[in-house]
């Protein structure tokens, strides 16, 4: 069995979440990017996170190569939303229901329980079982969904909403 490590994210992790990121949008209604993003438009996501903070990012690590990650970042823009983040978790193809999502969302959720995070929220575009289990598993709730809120491929898509309390 093959040792797996969760920790922050790195420099070096660019390239492969890149392309675990771009297989989604390329191949998944997952994602609502609809072009691959570039080598560029992921270094500047990457070095919006530190350490602390409301930004963070945290990957899973199978003998030095990047395999998955979770991250928050902002809700809104707006300054009355500065305590709600909003996460996401993504593993590459063929890495899903081995408990790793979980592993992730629990050292990110645990991070921001440091930090003055009121809520996280999740948006899941449906349907997405493996995502909404991950989500109730980690203490989510649903509040609500967003009807035919994202059109890829050729059709509509909903997206439903998830919050976690973080107090």
Not at 38 to 49: C, M, S
Not at 87 to 106: M, N
Not at 134 to 147: D, E, K, P, Q
Request: glycine letters at 10%; hydrophobic letters at 35%.
């Amino acid at each position: 069995m093959t040792h797996i490590t969760i920790r922050r994210v790195e420099a070096r992790d660019i390239a492969p979440l890149l392309d675990i990121y771009n297989h989604y949008v390329a191949t998944t209604h997952i994602s609502f990017d609809v072009e691959p993003r570039t080598f560029e438009q992921r270094r500047a996501w990457f070095d919006n996170f530190s350490e602390a903070g409301r930004r963070q990012c945290f990957v899973a690590d199978r003998n030095g190569i990047a395999i998955g990650w979770a991250s928050s970042g902002p809700f809104k823009d707006r300054a009355a939303y500065e305590t709600s983040v909003e996460t996401s978790v993504y593993l590459a193809p063929g890495e899903g229901g081995k408990g790793l999502g979980r592993r992730l969302y629990q050292t990110l959720c645990d991070s921001l329980a440091k930090e003055d995070v009121h809520r996280c929220f999740g948006g899941i575009a449906l349907p997405n079982e493996a995502s909404i289990g991950v989500h109730l598993a980690m203490g989510f709730r649903h509040i609500g969904t967003y009807s035919e809120v994202g059109r890829k491929f050729g059709r509509f898509w909903d997206v439903a909403w998830y919050e976690r309390r973080m107090d």
